[in-house]
């Protein structure tokens, strides 16, 4: 995904979602949606083995990122923001915390989604839907969090979002869809959107950038996030991760998630990106109707 102006934060693709609520999207277009007649329904749940992703360096694939002599996605992750081995020869991890360490944290929680994807490309008038409801606790196990989607975003900024949702894609890594940080693997339902969250029953946050996917786990028994999805395509996880951005007047605005949590420095962690394990899915044209542990 290409960053339209220099500069762009660690954050990189997440941020640039948001852009795409920037778009001028009419609300009545005069061609229609283009839509697949029955659509891909899909429903998930996932209740087990909860992983809250703590901020830290990320590893950068030499696929994805290049070396020192020929680097590669230098818009998404500019030089000065990887750090280079001793021997100058290969990048190493990016020098600032990321949503995508091998840091995290056992929470409890679940998450259940419903997707119609109807439209397979972007458009304004996409007749994709999706619920997504996830409550979780932070690691402290003092907060708990309840995010819910409100609303798909149907067209991509610099990328499709496939009319707000997703099934069957191949995605992260250097394909061009989705932050290059995450290893490329394959994502059988993917939404954006966003919507409210809540901390201990209260509503702390409205508008909040919202990206969810389902996909084969990309992390190994430490919990470290590998540069390559497992060779077990049916040990599945569920990603929900939210920016620090929200909308204000239509425009994303620069803004951290208020989750109340402490990180050992002393700054409030700004982000959510939490894993869900013990999935079951029905519906996928992939997997076996109902497949899934708990």
Do not use: C
Not at 49 to 64: A, Q, Y
């Amino acid at each position: 995904m290409k960053a339209k102006k220099p500069g762009f934060k660690i954050y990189t693709v997440l941020i640039a979602l948001a852009l795409g609520l920037g778009l001028s999207i009419p609300a009545a277009a005069t061609h229609r949606a283009s839509l697949v007649p029955l659509g891909t329904k899909i429903s998930v749940q996932a209740s087990s083995n909860v992983l809250w992703i703590l901020p830290g360096k990320r590893e950068l694939d030499p696929k994805v990122f290049g070396t020192p002599d020929k680097p590669k996605m230098l818009e998404s992750l500019p030089l000065n923001q990887r750090t280079v081995s001793e021997d100058g020869e290969s990048f190493t991890t990016t020098k600032g915390p990321t949503p995508f360490s091998d840091k995290a944290e056992p929470v409890r929680g679940e998450i259940t989604i419903q997707v119609d994807d109807r439209t397979p490309v972007d458009d304004p008038n996409s007749l994709d839907k999706a619920q997504l409801t996830a409550v979780f606790t932070g690691p402290e196990g003092i907060n708990e969090y309840k995010v819910e989607l409100k609303h798909i975003i149907p067209v991509g900024p610099d990328h499709q979002f496939f009319g707000g949702v997703g099934t069957d894609i191949y995605m992260h890594g250097s394909t061009g869809i989705g932050e290059p940080l995450m290893p490329p693997v394959w994502s059988y339902v993917t939404l954006w959107g966003y919507g409210d969250v809540y901390r201990n029953g209260d509503k702390v946050g409205e508008k909040r950038l919202i990206h969810s996917m389902v996909t084969p786990k990309v992390r190994n028994e430490d919990d470290e996030l590998l540069f390559s999805q497992r060779d077990n395509l049916r040990e599945l996880n569920v990603h929900l991760i939210l920016p620090p951005i929200k909308i204000v007047d239509g425009k994303p605005m620069d803004s951290p998630v208020p989750t109340g949590f402490t990180l050992p420095n002393g700054n409030e962690q700004p982000f959510f990106h939490v894993n869900f394990y013990g999935v079951n899915i029905h519906g996928s044209r992939f997997l076996l109707d109902g497949f899934g542990r708990r």
